[in-house]
Structures are given as C-alpha cells and as structure tokens.
C-alpha cells in the first residue's frame, strides 16, 4: 500500500516492520503499528470503513470512508484488534498522507540507560514532534555489529534514533533541538547519517535489535510491552535487571515514541534449566509493564500465548467486568465459536 501511495506522493503512515509479509487484513486484527508510530498511531488511526464477513457469512459493512462519522457505535474500532475472533475484514477503506519534504535522521548513542531514557522522554516532551522516534539496546548494537559486519558503538545505554521531517527550511532547527536534548543527557556519540545507505545501515541496527534472539538463538519469546512514555527509562532499567537476574540473552529494540518495548529472548529450547530461566524473565517482564502502568500487549496481540497475562493485566486494573462484556460480544458476533477460538482468553 505505502510503495503505491509513494507513485503519486503519498505515504501509508503505519509500517510494522514486518510490512513486506504483513496483510492489511492482518495488520487491522492485530492494530498493528510501526516505525512511524511516535508520529502517526496505529492502525486504528487510519481506517475509515471496513468490509467484513461475520460468523454466519453476511457480508456487510462497517463505518464511512469519511473523516469523521457518528452514525452509530464504532464498530471499526471493535473490528481493530479483535485478532479475527469478530469476523473476516475483506476490505478497507485507509487513509493516507502527502509525503513530507525532508526527513533528517539523528542518532544518539548512550554510556548510561537512565540517559537514553530522559532523552527519549524529553523527545516527547519538548515538542520536536518526531516522526520516528526508536530504540536499540547494546546486546541489540552488538548482535547487528556482528550481522552486518558494522562498526557502531556498542554503547551500555543503547541508541537512540530520531527521524524529524517538515519543510526544508523548518526540519533544521528541529534537528537541531534533538542534537542539544542528546548533548544535555550525554550522549557519548551523535551521528547525522547522510546518504540513503547511510540511512538504511543505522536503521538496519534497530531492526536487527528485534530479530537478533531468532537469528542467533534456536528458541525465541516474543516480547511486546508498552509503559507511559515518562516510564520508558525505568522499563528499561527493569529490563536490563531482569536479563542479569536471570541470565538470559535478551535485546531490546523499541517504538519508544509511543512506549513500546519488544525485550525478545533468545533460548535454547533443548536446555531445560536455560529455558526455565527465559520463561520466568519472560512473565516477570510482563509484569513489570502492568507494574509500571503499562499493559503486556503493545501491537501483537494476545493470541493464545498471552491469555494468562491478559487476565493478570484485568484483574489488577480492575477491569474483570470488561472482560466479561468482552465474552458476550464474541457470543454475538460468533455464536458457534468458529472464529480463531481460544483467542484473546475468549473462553466459555
Ligand atoms: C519480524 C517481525 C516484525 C514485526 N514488527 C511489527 C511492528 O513493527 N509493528 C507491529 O504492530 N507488529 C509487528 N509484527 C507483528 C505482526 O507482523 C503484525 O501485527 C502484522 O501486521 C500482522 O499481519 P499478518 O498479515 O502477518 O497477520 P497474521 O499474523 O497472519 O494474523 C494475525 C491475526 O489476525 C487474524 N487475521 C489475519 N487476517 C485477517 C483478516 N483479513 N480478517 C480478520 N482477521 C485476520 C489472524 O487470524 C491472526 O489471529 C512483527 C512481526 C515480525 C515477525
């Protein structure tokens, strides 16, 4: 959608990164997110109207593809992230935004975590408004050095990459602002990545923070936690705790701008005694997020592995009757329980 878009200068704004295998179908069941995220939300932020198959094979339609629409309950917002338990979302209506002018990318690299931390939040807070707003901890660095054959910092506080964009003449001095909040929280190397590659190599860092545990490691647990943005330098302290604790390998690759962490483990699953570690480090990093304020489930979902911290989540919030009315609408829309049963702790 976003290569199409790019021919007459337009964007899609949500890109997870897995865009090249992700459906659109399958990035609204899961309100996928991306890169863009600090900037432009998720995918609930750009459907208008839906095209769906329910249960029992009526095909009908959800929402206008207008920008604002209140003829009755939003049920596109239902349909997005009901992790196909609802129904078959066949199309949809997206919207889609002009191409910026400019982009210009910064990249801090940090000695402290707490350091990277204040200067993420301080991204946030200060209005530079970023359209990318991303992290990559330094097993991350490390494990795309060793990849990619790099050569970038390994710095212990991990790197922080910020894309601002505007007008050519006004991107300047927001750069410009992202350079002095690095500075202030002592960020031991700033780069201005230049040429396209240049651009695409620094990035590769973070994506590869993400896919590392799989590459390196036979066993993977997928990590996907989200904290208030003013939290994200003590999950990430909490993170770094945890991996010690436990000794596991874990990196941490993040869409910091709206909060989310993916801390992924990789695991030997053959090695009972390493596997019983990552399982705990695993549910205790979960549970740091709801300790924090946070939630277990950022952009994928709780599937049928994350049933059990769904429930967790609920019941420390006090939101077991939500829970409950969630098990009457999927009684509603699917009252023969054929629509991806067992999903999201949808059991009765
Ligand atoms: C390497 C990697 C990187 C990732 N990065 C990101 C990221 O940056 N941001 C992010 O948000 N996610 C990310 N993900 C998670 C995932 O790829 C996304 O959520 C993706 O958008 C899901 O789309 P899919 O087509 O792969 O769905 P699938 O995985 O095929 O399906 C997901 C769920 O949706 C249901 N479903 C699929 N199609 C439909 C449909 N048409 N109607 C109703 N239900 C349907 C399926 O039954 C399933 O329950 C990543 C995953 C990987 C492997």
Not at 55 to 66: H, K, P, Q, S
Not at 103 to 110: L, Y
Request: proline residues 5%.
């Amino acid at each position: 959608v976003d290569n199409e878009c790019r021919k007459y200068g337009f964007f899609f704004p949500p890109d997870p990164a897995s865009a090249r295998i992700a459906t659109v179908g399958g990035s609204i069941a899961e309100n996928a997110g991306g890169m863009r995220g600090a900037r432009y939300g998720v995918m609930r932020d750009w459907v208008l109207k839906l095209e769906v198959v329910l249960a029992d094979g009526t095909l009908t339609y959800f929402g206008e593809a207008v920008y604002k629409n209140t003829a009755g309950y939003d049920l596109v917002g239902l349909m997005i992230g009901s992790e196909g338990t609802l129904g078959i979302i066949t199309r949809a209506w997206l919207k889609i935004m002009p191409l910026p002018e400019r982009i210009v990318r910064i990249v801090g690299f940090f000695d402290r975590i707490e350091d990277a931390g204040r200067a993420i939040f301080r991204v946030r807070r200060e209005g530079v408004n970023p359209l990318i707003l991303e992290y990559a901890d330094r097993e991350g660095i490390i494990a795309a050095n060793r990849i990619k054959k790099f050569n970038y910092p390994e710095a212990n506080g991990g790197m922080v990459l910020v894309d601002v964009d505007g007008p050519k003449v006004g991107v300047e001095s927001i750069a410009e602002k992202v350079v002095k909040i690095f500075r202030e929280e002592n960020a031991s190397t700033i780069l201005r990545p230049s040429t396209p590659e240049e651009m695409e190599n620094i990035m590769d860092i973070r994506r590869i923070a993400f896919t590392a545990p799989a590459r390196l490691y036979p066993g993977f647990i997928d990590g996907d936690i989200v904290v208030p943005l003013s939290k994200i330098g003590d999950a990430l302290v909490g993170i770094d705790e945890i991996r010690r604790k436990y000794n596991v390998f874990i990196t941490v690759a993040g869409h910091v701008g709206d909060g989310n962490l993916h801390p992924n483990i990789g695991v030997n699953p053959n090695n009972r005694d390493e596997w019983e570690r990552a399982e705990k480090a695993a549910y205790e990093l979960n549970m740091l997020a709801i300790r924090l304020g946070g939630s277990i489930a950022a952009e994928h979902g709780i599937g049928r592995l994350k049933e059990g911290l769904l429930l967790k989540q609920f019941e420390a919030r006090n939101q077991l009757a939500a829970y409950n009315l969630m098990k009457e609408i999927k009684k509603i829309f699917d009252p023969k329980n054929i629509l991806n049963p067992g999903v999201c702790a949808l059991r009765w």
